[in-house]
């Protein structure tokens, strides 16, 4: 039923939210986790897994990080450099993320919209997946 979207946003705001714990960093501060539901976890697994195979062709050879066995590995130190020099990281517009879907895994956009058209409850993001959402590599690989 979640994946076809026909679950209330009423009900998508908690299925989709999580409990923001947070815990002191090492170096000082405060580091915000976001623990989210296991349903919720293992309906986006499935998710991940359809669009992964729906995608790999679609990305090979030029990006690595979606359906190519070891392709973050070989990638990896580069993407690390680059993520240090930029400041934006995880800033993408969530309803660009949408369309990204919708123009590639079009199956796959009625549970996209559910969790990501709206804020959690728990907490206000607006921008970006989830911290380990599983489904956080297919649509910000497609950006």
Not at 56 to 76: D, H, K, N, W, Y
């Amino acid at each position: 039923m979640v994946l076809a979207e026909w679950c209330p946003v009423d009900v998508a705001s908690i299925f989709f939210g999580g409990q923001l714990i947070a815990l002191n960093k090492k170096s000082g501060g405060i580091s915000p986790i976001a623990v989210g539901f296991t349903l919720q976890r293992l309906v986006s697994k499935c998710a991940n897994t359809h669009a992964t195979a729906c995608l790999s062709t679609f990305f090979r050879p030029i990006q690595l990080g979606v359906g190519t066995p070891g392709g973050c590995e070989a990638v990896i130190h580069a993407a690390h450099q680059f993520l240090e020099t930029i400041s934006t990281f995880n800033n993408i517009h969530r309803s660009d993320m949408l369309k990204s879907i919708a123009d590639c895994v079009p199956e796959l956009l009625p549970y996209c919209h559910s969790a990501y058209a709206n804020p959690s409850v728990h907490y206000n993001v607006t921008r970006g997946p989830q911290q380990r959402d599983p489904l956080s590599p297919p649509h910000c690989a497609v950006d």
